[in-house]
């Protein structure tokens, strides 16, 4: 049986290491494993690569992807689909493996619908599909704010500021929410919520009142996209609070980094099983987390979280801040 696995969207830290799985777990298993580079693009201009065992070896510890990704508008053309159904056939793949976001795994819905064997890895640091109640690269991205919120509150504290930090996601406020419980923060802002930005005012003018002097806020990107930038939301606190605000975006290093155990542990699980299903010929669905056990989802359910978040602990940050 000769598998192709191939990363696509957004990377997230422990890509590596469910690539690392799924070669060696398949090895063992007898299946061919190739790679295919820079995603569904790679999959349309017929980047493979056989991968051993060895090929996979030292690469468990790193952030990124060894076999590149691709956001890929030509996946979605006519032509481009038509060259990606090609590459299967010319290559011989029995079967697929996609590691990627909601929006991999829908291109890996559609590959699904017209006969492809498939197994889907859901990877992206917005946990923001449906169906696992974690994906590959959250907790490590999460750290990653963690790690940055306890800098921010050093020099906050010490010059008595307001901090607006904000953080990735998409329309999902789970890193914001995360990472702001994690680090301390007197606040966050996520798109599951709706604050106008009078009650902010009013809420940091009580923290204030509360005695502290300076506070922390986490401002999920989903929010942003409402209010044009943060430097928006820092100017209405200036003027009607006249403290002191700074605003760090944190952006794309919340996508680097070592993976963290989680991580490491989930995508090994992930990619293996991955193999296993498909040495058992179960096909059409991504492997998911649910319940502290890998489960089976079909590929036709997977869409993005409506409410990706816990609403109770959106509360709990703030009953803490006091
Ligand atoms: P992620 O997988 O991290 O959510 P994207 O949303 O950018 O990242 O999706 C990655 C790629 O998956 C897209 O560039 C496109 O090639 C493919 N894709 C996205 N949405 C769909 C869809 N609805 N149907 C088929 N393919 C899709
Ligand atoms: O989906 C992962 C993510 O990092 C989102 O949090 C963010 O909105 C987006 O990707 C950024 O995309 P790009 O790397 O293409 O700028």
């Known amino acids: 049986m000769r598998i192709g696995i191939l990363t696509s969207g957004g990377d997230a830290p422990g890509m590596n ?13 007898g299946l061919e494993i190739v790679g295919i580079r820079r995603g569904y693009a790679g999959l349309i201009e017929g980047e493979a690569v056989p991968l051993t065992p060895r ?9 990124g992807t060894f ?26 793949f029995d079967a697929l493996v ?4 909601e929006g991999s795994l829908q291109g890996a819905r559609w590959l699904t619908e017209q006969g492809v064997n498939v197994v889907g890895i859901p990877a992206s640091i917005d946990n923001d599909i449906e169906g696992t109640e974690l994906a590959i690269g959250v907790d490590t991205a999460v750290n990653t704010v963690v790690w940055a ?14 901090f607006l930090v904000e953080v990735m996601g998409r329309e999902s406020g789970y890193i914001a929410l995360m990472g702001g419980l994690a680090g301390g923060a007197e606040l966050v802002l996520v798109p599951e919520v709706e604050v106008s930005l009078e009650e902010l005012a009013q809420q940091v003018s009580s923290i204030y009142r509360k005695g502290k002097h300076h506070s922390i806020i986490v401002v999920a990107e989903g929010v942003i996209a409402r209010l044009g930038s943060t430097e928006v939301i820092a100017n209405f606190l200036r003027e009607r609070t006249g403290l002191e605000v700074r605003v760090t975006v944190l952006g794309h290093l919340q ?5 963290t155990a989680t991580d490491r542990i989930l995508a090994s699980r992930f990619g293996a099983q991955a193999v296993e ?16 056990k890998v489960v089976r989802v079909p590929l036709t359910v997977v869409r993005r979280k409506q409410m990706a978040i816990d609403l109770r602990l959106y509360e709990l940050v703030h009953q803490l801040a006091i």
């Open 98 to 101: 996609v590691i990627g976001g």
């Open 55 to 63: 090929d996979v070896g030292g690469i468990i510890e790193y952030g």
């Open 67 to 92: 076999l590149h990704t691709a956001r890929c508008p030509a996946f979605l053309t006519e032509e481009g689909r038509r060259k990606a159904l090609d590459t299967i056939d010319r290559e011989k």
């Open 149 to 162: 919120l306890n800098r921010i509150r050093d020099t906050a504290f010490a010059h008595e500021r307001v």
């Open 17 to 29: 290491a469910a690539v690392r799985a799924a070669v060696r777990r398949g090895w063992e298993l």
């Open 255 to 259: 996508r680097g980094g070592s993976p």
């Open 277 to 292: 299903d498909a040495k058992a010929g179960i096909f059409g669905h991504m492997v998911a987390w649910q319940k502290g």
